[in-house]
């Protein structure tokens, strides 16, 4: 009789992702919706979901612990879920620095980076959700190459951003705010980059 395949870690994965998800859509909701007297109610909303995303990564961890075999190699699941954690952190920046930096209108910019990193969020809870079967599924390398290819476009949109911005006269508050913002946009795409690479790396040692 076969072993029964060990599906915590990969139904975890997913749901780390799924809290991801629920932040980039709230984050999305707070642009579209643009008020700066709602932003605090907005923060402690995004810190509740990044909270509760937290405690399925202590977890992971905990039952990583205690196991004997892992499905995968032990170091490839730490290395996953914090990259996962890290995700849903960095997404939980977004109004946090909205606030923080005072930013009074969400620009088409802003919008532009938005729907990217939203893209690529979604992107990384599919490949997630086919993880677990990466030895049929065919559809998993897709998810990586899309992944990369919004993580590039984010880098084509920074530099621009970044070219216009200093090209036109603002004060030093302004720029310092929008550099913060738009340096953590890219970050968050880098940080998705990161899963679907390392979820790339399990898959070659597994095969």
Known sequence: ????????????????SEFSIQIVEKVKNIFENYNTINLRTSMDEVHLLEHTA?????????????????PIEREDIVVLTQL????????????????????????QAMMQFMDVIDQSVHQVMKLLSVFGDFKKDLTIHKYIIDINRLEENGDILFHEFMYKV?????????????????????????????IANEVGNIIMKNS
């Open 1 to 16: 009789m076969a072993p029964k395949r060990n599906d915590f870690y990969f139904n975890a994965f997913i749901e780390q």
């Open 54 to 70: 937290d405690i399925k990564h202590h977890e992971i961890m905990e039952k990583l612990s205690k196991e004997f075999i892992p």
């Open 84 to 107: 996962l954690d890290d995700l849903t952190d960095y997404l939980e920046d977004i109004p946090i620095l909205l606030y923080t930096y005072h930013v009074k209108t969400i620009d």
């Open 166 to 194: 200093f090209e036109e006269e603002h004060d030093a508050r302004y720029l310092i705010g929008q550099k913060e913002m738009f340096t953590k946009f890219e970050g968050i795409l880098d940080t998705a980059e990161d």
